[in-house]
């Protein structure tokens, strides 16, 4: 036994037989797919077709009823949320929850005391106010405006999606998942996020991107997996995903051509 | 006489907010309503007395033991009961409800009633104000309400775990995103909770004597409180307290002694018509916007 060398790089996750069966229904069933380090992958579908589902199978915060899920070559299949985020995986939400009793910069306080951004940063916390504010700025909180200072409860919904994107972004993740990032927003707060996330990937960061704005995604999406019933109906470059027959069917209805 | 119920009716106030401090810190942190709360007053106290009387332990250490055990009584009830029914209220209610019945009972079935069980006053002795006296072990009882509130508040604000319980009582969800563990959070602020009702039985029961009426007591006394104040509000606690307090030292002093259990009831019933969340929750504005 043994003896095999590995010529491949491990993807940064690996998902193998992802299957989660919600009651009778089947949420998600027999996914599979490797994602290397680095990449943009774009997760679209019509509603109901398992996109959270797999979102929150892979943070934590739903067991998987079958399947295996690898990040950096380890299991962490059924990993409780917190040690999940650990690993170095952050996601967003659809609908956001920020702390709305605190200032918008104080939002991004409780993650920057976790202990793995104290372990990357050397074992220092350093200023969190400062790196707070710095955050902000990078999604487009205006610098030195009163804004970053408001009561989240106060902002308004645009603000609010960066402010969830920051809040990812904080825990100084490898891997972030965006849950329908753009859902809610006008075309121009859609236009001034996605430099945001061009920005986040030529860092080297990899990314998932639940999205329903195709357009939008397909400018930065590496590659794009279609998800109809729970299930991988396609995957590969946006172009000839969107070429195949079953994903214009599940798009379109079977009028297509 | 007024001076008198001004400085009795601060001291009551003081009993009430240290007897609600613990269920308040455990509600407004894992949304656990812990009524086995009264159950875990009576344990600790019928604890030191055991240790002191049985045991020959020396009184402080004692105390010190007592806390302890009741800190990890708190995680034993939350590992072995709340974790398997967690985010279904009325069985949470009903689980320590129940686990608080069977405590206390237990306590009588094993004749733990009658006038011997009472424990010493830590410090004997007092001094009057005008005319009215007042013993060093009330005027303690004071004191730490105020110390452990001041305490609360700083491990609350300016602590990495105190940040951590005030994350996952705003929103689970937000918090477990940024990799805290509500569950480990959720046992702390039982054990937590627990602690600090035995920190009140261990300076109110030297009063008077300890006997298991007195845990449904204490729950009922904290439920008020919590109830007028808004669960989960520390300084709805606070200034329910004082409310509660003085009007039962008021109605004992210049109505009947006997009606002052009625107060807190009462209490309760305006609140729950007139606000139903409170004096001060904030409960209602958190949810959803969106």
């Known amino acids: 036994m043994g003896g095999y060398i590995m010529t491949e790089q491990v993807p940064l996750l690996r998902v193998k037989n992802l299957t989660k069966i919600f009651g009778g229904v089947t949420a998600v069933s027999n996914m599979d797919f490797d994602l290397p380090e680095g990449n943009l992958l774009g997760v679209i579908g019509p509603n109901g077709s398992g996109k959270t589902t797999l979102v929150n199978l892979i943070t934590g915060f739903v067991k998987p009823t079958a399947g295996r899920i690898e990040f950096r070559g380890k299991e962490i299949t ?4 917190y040690k999940v985020v650990g690993e170095g995986i952050s996601r967003t939400f659809q609908m ?5 009793q605190l200032p918008a910069f104080k939002n991004l306080i409780v993650p920057l005391y976790s202990p793995r951004v104290k372990k990357l940063a050397g074992g220092k916390y350093g200023n969190r106010d400062a ?6 700025e990078e999604v487009g909180f205006e610098r030195d405006a009163y804004v970053s200072y408001k009561k989240a409860g106060a902002l308004p919904q645009g603000y609010l999606k960066r402010l969830e994107l920051a809040k990812s972004m904080a825990l100084r993740p490898d891997l972030i998942i965006l849950d329908e990032l753009f859902s809610g927003l006008s075309l121009a707060e859609v236009a001034s996020i996605v430099p945001i996330i061009e920005k986040l990937k030529t860092k080297g960061k990899t990314i998932i991107m639940i999205e329903h704005r195709l357009k939008e995604l397909f400018r930065i999406a590496d590659r794009v997996m279609v998800l109809n019933y729970g299930r991988k109906i396609a995957e590969g470059r946006a172009a000839e995903v969107m070429e195949s027959p079953d994903v214009k069917e599940a798009y379109l209805g079977s009028e297509g051509e | ?6 400085i009795y009716g601060f001291v009551n106030s003081a009993i009430l907010a240290l007897l609600a401090m613990g269920f308040n810190l455990t509600f407004g942190i894992s949304g656990v309503a812990n009524f086995a709360y009264g159950a875990v007053y009576i344990f600790s106290g019928f604890s030191v007395w055991i240790f002191l009387n049985t045991f020959g332990i020396p009184y402080l250490s004692a105390v010190l033991i007592a806390i302890v ?4 009584m708190g995680l034993a009830i939350y590992y072995g009961v709340i974790l398997r029914i967690k985010g279904m ?5 009903m ?21 011997r069980y009472t424990l010493p006053i830590f410090f004997d002795g007092s001094f009057s104000v005008g005319e009215v006296y007042i013993d060093y072990q009330r ?12 305490c609360l508040y700083l491990f609350t604000n300016h602590t990495r775990t105190g940040l951590a319980f005030r994350a996952i009582a705003q929103d689970e969800r937000t918090a477990l995103t940024f990799g805290i563990d509500a569950d480990l959070v959720g046992a702390l602020s039982m054990a937590l909770g627990c602690a600090l009702a035995a920190i009140a039985a261990v300076v109110i029961l030297p009063l008077g004597t300890i006997a298991v009426e007195g845990g449904y007591e204490v729950l009922i006394n904290a439920l008020a409180v919590c109830i007028v104040g808004g669960l989960g509000s520390t300084v709805g606690i606070l200034v329910a307290s004082v409310l509660i307090g003085f009007s039962q030292t008021f109605t004992a002093n210049y109505l009947e002694p006997h009606w002052m259990m009625l107060v807190s009831l009462i209490a309760i019933a305006i609140v729950l018509v007139v606000k139903p969340s409170g004096l001060f929750s904030h409960q209602k504005e958190l949810e959803e916007r969106i």
Do not use: K
């Open chain 2, 95 to 115: 689980a320590t409800f129940g686990l608080g019945l069977a405590i206390m009972e237990l306590f009588r079935y094993f004749d733990f009633v009658g006038f």
């Open chain 1, 131 to 136: 790196v707070a504010l710095d955050l902000l």
């Open chain 2, 139 to 150: 005027m303690m009882i004071g004191l730490i309400a105020v110390a452990l509130t001041v």
């Open chain 2, 69 to 72: 055990l009741s800190g990890l």
């Open chain 1, 78 to 81: 059924g990993w409780p949320p």
């Open chain 2, 1 to 6: 006489m007024l001076l008198g119920t001004l």
């Open chain 1, 96 to 100: 956001v929850r920020p702390f709305y």
């Open chain 2, 89 to 93: 209220p009325l069985s949470e209610v």
